[in-house]
């Protein structure tokens, strides 16, 4: 099992830019949340979906960030354009629904936008 | 809407003390998860806690849970430096996951 994958591991780019985070979760998995983690905000959940479907986007923090799973092995995070306040490392965790499972996290992408 | 809140949000101790750290939720949350997470890394699982009175251990780490007081509590045995990390509390409610903003525990030799 090679756990949840993320990429790319870093993201330097200037503001105004479009940027595209990736992750595959566990095979089998059924639940996909991406949160984003700051020093002073914590961790904030974004969105999450199940089979593939996005179920709650109110996380989401503005119309300049958007999420698709449009399969069970993948999903994108894009945020157009980006603003220096998005800076932050942004997380892709998966679970599946049986017995309240724990959440798996990816290692994360650090996105630093300029 | 859940919110969850932890404190301390810092500790320093001295190795071979006894600690708590505390994870206040405001509604009714159908399970608890505690993660560690060490500087510049992922999220590690820990335990999850389903039921009013779980009690899990594990080796210095034992977490409870009480339901109706909206409390789980991370008890910290003997500490040793490897257990300096930050510790994170997260409730689940309709499928939806919150985390507390995390204790940043750091163990002095």
């Known amino acids: 099992d090679a756990g949840v994958i993320q990429s790319p591991r870093h993201e330097v780019t200037e503001m105004g830019q479009e940027v595209t985070l990736r992750c595959k979760p566990i095979?089998?998995?059924?639940?996909l949340f991406w949160y984003r983690q700051t020093m002073m905000r914590g961790l904030e959940l974004l969105i999450y979906?199940?089979?593939?479907?996005?179920?709650?986007d109110s996380g989401m923090p503005e119309d300049r960030f958007s999420a698709k799973m449009p399969n069970a092995s993948f999903s994108t995070l894009k945020i157009q354009p980006s603003e220096p306040r998005d800076s932050a490392v942004y997380f892709c965790?998966?679970?599946?629904?049986?017995?309240?499972?724990?959440?798996?996290f990816g290692n994360g992408t650090r996105l630093t936008v300029t | 809407e859940l919110k969850v809140e932890q404190n301390p949000l810092f500790l320093s101790m001295q190795e071979g003390k006894n600690y708590t750290i505390y994870c206040n939720y405001s509604?009714?949350?159908?399970?608890l998860y505690w993660y560690r997470q060490d500087p510049g890394k992922s999220l590690e699982s820990l335990f999850v806690?389903?039921?009013?009175?779980a009690v899990k251990q594990e080796g210095r780490l034992m977490a409870s849970l009480d339901t109706k007081a909206r409390l789980s509590t991370l008890h910290i045995t003997a500490a040793v430096h490897d257990l300096s990390a930050t510790y994170f509390c997260?409730?689940?409610?309709?499928?939806?996951?919150?985390f507390g903003k995390g204790t940043r525990l750091h163990i002095l030799p």
């Open positions: 965790a998966s679970s599946f629904t049986g017995g309240y499972s724990p959440l798996h």
């Open positions: 095979s089998g998995h059924d639940y």
């Open positions: 979906f199940n089979n593939n479907v996005p179920i709650d």
């Open positions: 509604t009714t949350s159908d399970r």
């Open positions: 806690l389903l039921s009013n009175g």
């Open positions: 997260a409730g689940g409610r309709d499928d939806k996951i919150i």
